[in-house]
């Protein structure tokens, strides 16, 4: 249905900053919800923010609001997410991920994933 890329990932100190973009293939982007979620190894996904099909509404778990931002560009077909003040704890794989629904924040919601990028904060 659609096909999703992330990048952006790496290796920041804590306190630093990334961005990351997920990249989308799709007939009709502008008609799905966007969010993004994170794992480590050996723990469930875990929701971190969300974005409705225009833009105009965002969900941010209580973990990085504040301090993480949400926007898509739909023109370009592209979803970010600004990560600003990071956290060891914020270390995890990123995923990008599609559903159909206006805005949603669980995980059985979302019907298309990307494949991860990897974000590592150090001490």
């Known amino acids: 249905q659609v096909q999703l890329v992330e990048s952006g990932g790496g290796l920041v100190q804590a306190g630093g900053s990334l961005r990351l973009s997920c990249a989308a293939s799709?007939?009709?982007?502008?008609?799905?919800?966007m969010g993004w979620f994170r794992q480590v190894p050996g723990k469930e996904r875990e929701f971190v923010a969300a974005?409705?099909?225009?833009?105009?509404?965002?969900r941010y778990a209580d973990s990085v609001k504040g301090r993480f931002t949400i926007s898509r560009d739909n023109a370009k077909n592209t979803m970010y997410l600004q990560m600003d003040s990071l956290k060891p704890e914020d270390t995890a794989v990123y995923y990008c991920?599609?559903?159909?629904?206006?805005?949603?924040?669980?995980?059985?919601?979302?019907?298309?994933w990307g494949q991860g990028t990897q974000v590592t904060v150090s001490s």
């Open positions: 799709g007939r009709t982007f502008s008609k799905y919800a």
């Open positions: 974005i409705s099909w225009q833009g105009g509404s965002t």
């Open positions: 991920a599609a559903s159909s629904y206006y805005l949603r924040d669980a995980e059985a919601d979302f019907g298309s």
